[in-house]
């Protein structure tokens, strides 16, 4: 075996949430390239259909899952469709997550910070729960929790710390359920990505340009993200080239916490 083979993903089957769009696609385009199958989650059908189409030109299988896994019980009804699929799951990403709501935490409402925290946090562990039980039972398998570089940090300059709060919870259960299954074959890691040039964010930094300079100046690389870049860290993580990694968390971020 050559030290490219293992980071090889051929004969896997990967379910990304959050897969037709964003990070979660590009995650999704980069385990396909190194030759998993895939099942894709999100909420839009029209854009699951759209990536599900370029991953299968590329020759991959791909299955798709129309649901909201925003929820606890949207996210156990998407994994529950996920596994009627008839493909053994050996891939999870968790990467559905997001701020949304841009208010200080003295005024937030108790409503939208459970909302919030169940986006970012409770329905990654109902993920883990559904489809991590069935990798437990075949002693194989490999999740990837997205985080962010906002779990150890207060990022400056914007509120809403339900997700500082919610990301860093997600790194504690990434370590946690790392040490608990680390002997029964289910590898648990995490990645933290800084700030990338998605489209919402293109649009959004566009916007505010004073914001994207004085993020830029904080960041050792001068630059934003592609999303590209986030695709390596999970074929690492998911794959036999991080057989002896389990419970980290990988932070692709331009060096923006070195400072
Ligand atoms: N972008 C960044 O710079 C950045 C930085 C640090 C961390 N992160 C983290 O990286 C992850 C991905 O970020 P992103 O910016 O790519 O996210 P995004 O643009 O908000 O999400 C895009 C994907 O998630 C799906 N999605 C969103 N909410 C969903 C829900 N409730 N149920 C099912 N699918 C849902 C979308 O499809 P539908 O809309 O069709 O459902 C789409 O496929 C998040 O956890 C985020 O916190 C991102």
């Known amino acids: ?130 489809l991590g039980k069935p990798m437990l039972d075949r002693r194989r398998g490999a999740v990837v929790n997205v985080t962010s570089i906002a779990g150890p940090l207060a990022i400056k300059g914007i509120r809403g710390r339900h997700y500082e709060t919610a990301k860093a919870a997600l790194a504690a259960l990434t370590r946690s359920l790392a040490a608990d299954w680390a002997d029964r074959g289910v590898r648990v890691n995490a990645i933290a990505p800084g700030a990338f040039l998605t489209d919402p964010n293109r649009k959004w930094f566009g916007e505010k340009p004073e914001f994207r300079a004085a993020f830029e100046a904080h960041i050792p690389m001068g630059r934003l993200g592609e999303p590209d870049e986030i695709g390596p860290a999970a074929v690492f993580l998911a794959s036999d080239a991080a057989s002896y990694v389990t419970g980290t968390t990988l932070v692709v971020d331009g060096g923006y916490t070195l400072w």
Do not use: H, Y
Request: hydrophobic share 45%.
């Open 1 to 130: 075996m050559t030290i490219l083979d293992r980071f090889s993903l051929r004969g896997r089957t990967a379910l990304v949430t959050g897969g037709s769009r964003g990070l979660g696609r590009a995650i999704a385009n980069a385990l396909a390239e190194a030759g998993a199958g895939l099942v894709l989650v999100g909420r839009d059908g029209p854009s699951l259909e759209s990536a599900a189409r370029d991953l299968a030109a590329a020759g991959r299988w791909v299955g798709t899952v129309a649901g909201d896994v925003g929820t606890p019980d949207g996210a156990a009804a998407a994994c529950d469709a996920a596994l009627d699929l008839g493909r053994p799951i050996d891939i999870l990403v968790n990467n559905v997550g997001g701020r949304r709501l841009d208010v200080p935490t003295e005024d937030i409402p108790l409503a939208d910070w459970q909302r919030l925290v169940d986006l970012n946090l409770t329905s990654a562990l109902v993920c883990c729960q559904k």
